[in-house]
């Protein structure tokens, strides 16, 4: 049965009634990720498949037990076609053509494709020709520094047990209970198989609490339930060399690398001498070649988290870690930790210890860590050192995010991925929402089809891409019930997308300028009760605050500034830095408009984000929480909008503006 076949039987139980037979019992549920990016949820019928280790030149054929595995990554075409392919090569180096024998040599000498079977091609060179000898010695030259695991050829098996295996899944074809159905899906049509990921369980809204650490406290590094990545080891147990992409090497902890400049986070040799546990000899930084200043060592990274041993399974966690070095002065390096909201949960400046410690607590789900050059240094008469490198990433268990979803397809445009609450995810276009019913043209059904909203977690859209403008006119005000909604500069209360609606203003809980994310206060700062106003570098507990209609003003003299330390040496310490001036702002007015530090008001403390309420998110930042009367309504999707209703009136948002939509949970009676 092909997979068009059986994705017809999938989405058809999905809008029909089921048949009353529903087969045998499956063995095992497993998730499995389509190549044209749909997700299906399979209650497979064989409990194990037939598996090939491959090690150098040997091979041992295996059975594995669906139960035993925790993720299966399949290449492209099977190990067994590429060994074919060599061979067929080997055959083309004897070639009576001398054209045809140099075409064999550089297609074999081809790391990225080849590096893998280095030792099957070690082995033609037995019994050969002077010639096609001299030539396969020349093709291990080129392929014997082979170490890039990002083009790995082989298919790789990740255990419960935590072993990896790498070898042949040959031609598996998956067979199972799918919506009690029977289902079959061919390996081209496969691009990876997990076991079952549990969703998120609903959340009942919660004030926000935030911590921020800049020196290394027993919780980050003495709990046994955390994970801590020293860049030593690779899953193996094996040691790691140097110039790796690290990008998803460590993904089997939960953890994942990259930089947004042109280059790659790569791991080096320079041991840690001032770490207060022990870093071992390696670690990471970023490579870049498009900076001013290309090299090792400078740019962003960016850590963000997944499943353990599930890349593609978005991950956050509560609390996370990390030591630099290399950074001559102190505050030259910030570290920023943002919720899946892209809100600031919390900034740490490097201090003035050899090794710099930050790390963040939050009961928002951290979903990446930014670490940069500090851009908010101002008056400063000293070069900005901008070097640094990373060791020692500690944070506690990945949970899975589920938001916001983006589409994972390149096939329509506009593009879109539905989510089912049974967690099968399939591509789509045409989508439609008119009541309670959500219909869509399946790529594989041609047709459209329909579906109860009731049966749908979440759409997202792969929007067009907009180049970046400035927003430094407009405001973003966060509501109570955690929607953000952009505003006028000249009043914060009149919603850009809603002209004929204004909000109440007891109904505002945080202000922001829309060219900068929100930055949150920490847990302390909201105990007087008193508002709390977050500049990059310090934050200030506002007496007296009066909103004016492009800014507000507070009373200095009463106010308490609060700045990070980062002076961390003893004061009698001969070593120790000349304490640098205040960097932070020292004004007692701000407007959002780029006039002086840009600045997050908050009039009262935050809450997280109820999960049994649906929203919509914009690309602009905006959100959108859904359900009570009066607030925010998804009356209808079309072909090119959304349309959204506030306070009774109605506006049409493209689609090009809408990242994703989550709907609302059924509460239990």
């Given at each position: 049965?092909?997979?068009?076949?059986?994705?017809?039987?999938?989405?058809?139980?999905?809008?029909?009634?089921?048949?009353?037979?529903?087969?045998?019992?499956?063995?095992?549920?497993?998730?499995?990720?389509?190549?044209?990016?749909?997700?299906?949820?399979?209650?497979?019928?064989?409990?194990?498949?037939?598996?090939?280790?491959?090690?150098?030149?040997?091979?041992?054929?295996?059975?594995?037990?669906?139960?035993?595995?925790?993720?299966?990554?399949?290449?492209?075409?099977?190990?067994?076609?590429?060994?074919?392919?060599?061979?067929?090569?080997?055959?083309?180096?004897?070639?009576?053509?001398?054209?045809?024998?140099?075409?064999?040599?550089?297609?074999?000498?081809?790391?990225?494709?080849?590096?893998?079977?280095?030792?099957?091609?070690?082995?033609?060179?037995?019994?050969?020709?002077?010639?096609?000898?001299?030539?396969?010695?020349?093709?291990?030259?080129?392929?014997?520094?082979?170490?890039?695991?990002?083009?790995?050829?082989?298919?790789?098996?990740?255990?419960?047990?935590?072993?990896?295996?790498?070898?042949?899944?040959?031609?598996?074809?998956?067979?199972?209970?799918?919506?009690?159905?029977?289902?079959?899906?061919?390996?081209?049509?496969?691009?990876?198989?997990?076991?079952?990921?549990?969703?998120?369980?609903?959340?009942?809204?919660?004030?926000?609490?935030?911590?921020?650490?800049?020196?290394?406290?027993?919780?980050?590094?003495?709990?046994?339930?955390?994970?801590?990545?020293?860049?030593?080891?690779?899953?193996?147990?094996?040691?790691?060399?140097?110039?790796?992409?690290?990008?998803?090497?460590?993904?089997?902890?939960?953890?994942?690398?990259?930089?947004?400049?042109?280059?790659?986070?790569?791991?080096?040799?320079?041991?840690?001498?001032?770490?207060?546990?022990?870093?071992?000899?390696?670690?990471?930084?970023?490579?870049?070649?498009?900076?001013?200043?290309?090299?090792?060592?400078?740019?962003?990274?960016?850590?963000?988290?997944?499943?353990?041993?599930?890349?593609?399974?978005?991950?956050?966690?509560?609390?996370?870690?990390?030591?630099?070095?290399?950074?001559?002065?102190?505050?030259?390096?910030?570290?920023?930790?943002?919720?899946?909201?892209?809100?600031?949960?919390?900034?740490?400046?490097?201090?003035?210890?050899?090794?710099?410690?930050?790390?963040?607590?939050?009961?928002?789900?951290?979903?990446?860590?930014?670490?940069?050059?500090?851009?908010?240094?101002?008056?400063?008469?000293?070069?900005?050192?901008?070097?640094?490198?990373?060791?020692?990433?500690?944070?506690?268990?990945?949970?899975?995010?589920?938001?916001?979803?983006?589409?994972?397809?390149?096939?329509?445009?506009?593009?879109?991925?539905?989510?089912?609450?049974?967690?099968?995810?399939?591509?789509?276009?045409?989508?439609?929402?008119?009541?309670?019913?959500?219909?869509?043209?399946?790529?594989?059904?041609?047709?459209?089809?329909?579906?109860?909203?009731?049966?749908?977690?979440?759409?997202?859209?792969?929007?067009?891409?907009?180049?970046?403008?400035?927003?430094?006119?407009?405001?973003?005000?966060q509501l109570d019930d955690s929607s953000i909604i952009k505003t006028a500069a000249s009043s914060w209360l009149q919603p850009i997308d809603f002209p004929e609606t204004e909000i109440e203003p007891g109904s505002a809980v945080g202000v922001w300028n829309a060219n900068q994310p929100a930055r949150f206060a920490e847990t302390p700062d909201?105990?007087?009760?008193?508002?709390?106003?977050?500049?990059?570098?310090?934050?200030?507990?506002?007496?007296?605050?009066?909103?004016?209609?492009?800014?507000?003003?507070?009373?200095?003299?009463?106010?308490?500034?609060?700045?990070?330390?980062?002076?961390?040496?003893?004061?009698?310490?001969?070593?120790?830095?000349t304490k640098e001036p205040d960097l932070t702002p020292q004004v007692d007015q701000v407007d959002f408009r780029g006039k002086g530090q840009l600045a997050t008001l908050w009039l009262a403390r935050p809450t997280t984000t109820d999960g049994r309420r649906g929203h919509v998110s914009l690309t602009d930042g905006q959100y959108f929480v859904?359900?009570?009367?009066?607030?925010?309504?998804?009356?209808?999707?079309?072909?090119?909008?959304?349309?959204?209703?506030?306070?009774?009136?109605?506006?049409?948002?493209?689609?090009?503006?809408?990242?994703?939509?989550?709907?609302?949970?059924?509460?239990?009676?």
């Open positions: 049965m092909n997979l068009i076949r059986c994705v017809i039987i999938a989405v058809s139980w999905l809008f029909f009634e089921a048949p009353e037979s529903a087969g045998n019992a499956a063995e095992q549920q497993l998730r499995i990720q389509v190549r044209d990016g749909s997700t299906l949820l399979l209650d497979v019928e064989q409990p194990q498949f037939p598996w090939v280790d491959i090690e150098g030149a040997t091979s041992t054929d295996r059975v594995i037990r669906w139960e035993d595995v925790q993720e299966l990554k399949l290449v492209e075409s099977p190990v067994s076609d590429q060994i074919s392919r060599i061979e067929a090569l080997l055959i083309q180096l004897t070639s009576a053509d001398y054209q045809s024998r140099e075409q064999a040599e550089m297609l074999l000498s081809d790391p990225n494709t080849f590096g893998p079977f280095e030792s099957q091609i070690r082995d033609a060179l037995a019994a050969r020709d002077l010639e096609s000898d001299y030539r396969t010695r020349r093709i291990l030259t080129n392929l014997e520094n082979y170490s890039s695991p990002q083009a790995n050829q082989f298919d790789e098996l990740r255990m419960k047990d935590g072993t990896v295996r790498t070898g042949d899944a040959t031609n598996i074809s998956i067979a199972g209970q799918l919506f009690e159905h029977r289902v079959q899906i061919d390996r081209k049509n496969i691009l990876h198989v997990t076991t079952s990921t549990d969703s998120p369980a609903r959340r009942e809204p919660a004030p926000v609490d935030v911590r921020t650490f800049n020196q290394a406290i027993p919780e980050f590094y003495r709990n046994d339930q955390e994970t801590v990545v020293s860049f030593e080891v690779d899953r193996l147990g094996q040691p790691i060399p140097s110039d790796l992409d690290a990008g998803e090497l460590f993904s089997w902890t939960g953890l994942l690398l990259r930089t947004p400049h042109d280059g790659r986070v790569i791991t080096i040799r320079y041991p840690f001498k001032f770490c207060p546990i022990d870093a071992g000899q390696k670690c990471i930084c970023p490579l870049n070649e498009s900076l001013d200043k290309p090299g090792r060592l400078r740019g962003t990274t960016v850590i963000s988290f997944c499943l353990p041993g599930q890349p593609r399974v978005s991950a956050g966690v509560h609390r996370v870690g990390l030591f630099l070095e290399r950074i001559e002065h102190s505050r030259d390096v910030v570290i920023q930790a943002y919720n899946a909201r892209g809100q600031m949960v919390g900034m740490v400046e490097s201090t003035d210890q050899t090794c710099t410690f930050a790390g963040f607590e939050s009961n928002e789900l951290i979903t990446r860590v930014v670490i940069t050059k500090n851009p908010h240094l101002t008056e400063l008469k000293r070069n900005v050192d901008e070097t640094y490198a990373i060791d020692c990433v500690t944070f506690d268990q990945p949970m899975v995010v589920r938001e916001p979803i983006q589409a994972r397809s390149q096939l329509f445009a506009p593009r879109a991925t539905i989510d089912f609450r049974s967690g099968v995810s399939l591509v789509a276009k045409d989508l439609k929402l008119d009541g309670s019913s959500v219909s869509f043209t399946s790529p594989f059904l041609g047709q459209t089809v329909q579906t109860p909203q009731a049966d749908v977690h979440a759409i997202g859209f792969r929007t067009i891409e907009h180049a970046a403008r400035d927003d430094a006119e407009f405001n973003m005000v909201f105990e007087s009760g008193r508002p709390v106003i977050v500049y990059p570098g310090c934050r200030i507990i506002a007496e007296g605050l009066k909103m004016k209609a492009d800014g507000f003003g507070w009373d200095k003299g009463r106010s308490e500034k609060i700045v990070q330390n980062v002076q961390l040496r003893d004061e009698d310490d001969p070593d120790a830095e859904l359900g009570d009367s009066g607030g925010f309504q998804l009356d209808a999707i079309d072909s090119d909008s959304v349309k959204i209703s506030l306070g009774g009136r109605t506006t049409d948002f493209p689609l090009t503006r809408v990242a994703n939509i989550t709907f609302p949970q059924a509460t239990e009676k």
